[in-house]
């Protein structure tokens, strides 16, 4: 079983949570749409 990655994002005093459940595979790219998509209304 691979390891699970939380990776926290501070943004203006703001700081969000996300679980990287796939980090071997994960990309820069995914992790950004994550964080856009979690600002979303």
């Known amino acids: 079983m691979e390891p699970q990655v939380t990776l926290n994002v501070t943004f203006k005093n703001e700081t969000q949570s996300f679980l990287v459940s796939d980090?071997?595979?994960?990309t820069w790219a995914d992790v950004e749409a994550m964080q856009f998509l979690s600002i979303l209304p």
Do not use: G, Q, R
Not at 23 to 26: K, L
């Open 23 to 26: 980090p071997e595979n994960t």
